[in-house]
């Protein structure tokens, strides 16, 4: 049963142009969640996260929204540009059910064409 | 502030094998988590550690353990390796305190195991 869905495998958005990433969950009791950016064979990197207290965070280019009634998230990308051509994962964690794990979605490949 | 380190980068081994990973946290941190990443399965939590115990397990066999050092160094073993245990080894770090619900883990390059 996967906990935190990311129904888009695979997404190309031109150079200049808003990128949207989304992703779903099931398990009410993630309140911490996070967006890592990834390269094959590296490991994640990450980009911007939010707790379940807020509905918005922002950080340059990004900017992640969090639906907490619709159990969605979604990452903006303003503008994009090909260097964001990468594998976006989702992940959430219950932080203050003292599981730090993470969660992650099955990824989307973005592909920001010049 | 050094990133998260991983050793080895690369390993090939055999069926019935061991191994051993290790992965040195950012400065300060105090917990470490082991995720492994496969084509199938994406990636998957396999435990975590703070202050030398293990606080969070997942979902895999026995034959996966770890273990942290005071240094909050930590290492992963598996025995008797499986060719299905040849995947992405990514090992994160964190402050691993609920201070406030943010707790921001920060991964490593990895370990790519071959198990032939």
């Known amino acids: 049963d996967q906990q935190v869905k990311q129904n888009s495998p695979s997404l190309s958005v031109q150079e200049g142009r808003i990128s949207i990433l989304n992703c779903d969950y099931t398990?009410?009791?993630?309140?911490?969640f996070l967006w890592y950016k990834k390269y094959p064979a590296e490991g994640p990197t990450f980009l911007i996260s939010?707790?379940?207290?807020?509905d918005k965070n922002e950080d340059g280019r990004f900017t992640v929204f969090l639906n907490k009634s619709a159990k969605h998230l979604s990452l903006h990308i303003v503008p994009s540009q090909p260097g964001d051509s990468a594998v976006y994962f989702c992940a959430a964690s219950a932080v203050w059910a003292g599981s730090y794990q993470l969660t992650f979605g099955k990824g989307t490949k973005l592909s920001v064409i010049p | 502030k050094a990133g998260v380190t991983q050793t080895p980068r690369y390993l090939i081994k055999t069926r019935g094998q061991q191994v051993t990973l290790s992965c040195s946290p950012i400065s300060g941190h105090r917990s470490v988590s082991w995720y492994q990443q496969t084509p199938g399965q994406g990636l998957q939590f396999l435990f975590e550690?703070?202050?030398?115990?293990?606080?969070n397990k997942g979902n895999f066999p026995g034959r996966f353990s770890g273990r942290q050092f005071s240094n909050s160094r930590s290492e992963m073993n598996v025995s008797t390796l499986e060719l299905g245990d040849s995947a992405l080894y990514l090992c994160a770090s964190s402050l691993g305190t609920s201070g406030g619900v943010s707790d921001t883990q920060y991964f490593g390059p990895g370990t790519r195991l071959t198990v032939l």
């Open positions: 939010i707790s379940s207290i807020k």
């Open positions: 398990n009410s009791m993630f309140d911490y």
């Open positions: 550690y703070f202050s030398e115990t293990q606080r």
